[in-house]
């Protein structure tokens, strides 16, 4: 049996220019789930940012800009938009669903393919099937498209992105039940898989400059630091 190795046990064992017994797993020791979902092989352009959403008591996973996540387990997957949008799509018979989240409606494939609208919805839908999903069960919820920043207007990136993904849908015939899109709030989108509730909350109109940059850099992490507080809860 190997007893638990003291300090000054282990000096007097490199003195005699010996190497000391690694150390053995503790018996019944359990790995966390979201440890678990971190060491599981992820595909290009799969979400993988894992972590335990205290508020909700879920393993959750935070979709980056130019990511998407596909599940049939229970757990949160989470995003926070400006003129991006996210879509998430479920599936009540497969009981499995997921979300993505694009920059814009379309672009060079080479330069991020999941940033843009057509590639975004495609990988989406491909990972439903994949996961049992039909195509005549599907039903999307859609969020984002702010205009966040006053440099946008003459771009319209918000529009543009809301008017591409309700096309896209309508002409996959994949009906819309619930949207929260364009104004000027950024929101952070909560989205249950499984049972295909979504939770979204509008975000402070603060420092919008620096939200926009942001996202267009992909750094969710710093755009939900840059848009905390003065957030109303919607549904």
Known sequence: MNLPQTSSALAALRARGETPAPARPVAGARVSRVEQLKAQPRNPGEA?????????????????????????????????????????????????????????????????????????????????????????????????????????????????????????????????????????HPRKVCFFPVSGKALVKRLAHSHPETLAVEERKGNAATVAKTTSGGSIDLF
Not at 53 to 68: I, N, R, S, T, W
Not at 101 to 109: A, N, R, T, V, Y
Not at 122 to 139: C, D, T, V, Y
């Open 48 to 184: 993988s940012f894992f972590y335990a959403d205290h508020h909700f008591q879920y393993d959750a996973v935070k979709v980056l800009p130019g990511e998407y996540f596909v599940s049939n387990e229970e757990l949160v997957i989470m995003t926070v938009l400006g003129s991006c949008i996210a879509a998430c799509i479920w599936d009540g018979r497969a009981r499995a669903g997921g979300m993505n989240h694009f920059m814009l409606p379309d672009g060079d494939s080479a330069d991020g393919f999941g940033r843009y609208g057509s590639y975004a919805m495609e990988l989406l839908i491909n990972e439903m099937l994949k996961k049992g999903a039909r195509r005549e069960s599907m039903q999307a919820k859609v969020f984002g498209g702010a205009q966040v920043m006053a440099g946008f207007t003459t771009m319209n990136v918000g529009e543009r992105n809301t008017k591409f993904v309700l096309d896209y849908l309508a002409t996959e015939r994949i009906p819309v039940v619930s949207q929260d899109v364009l104004d000027i």
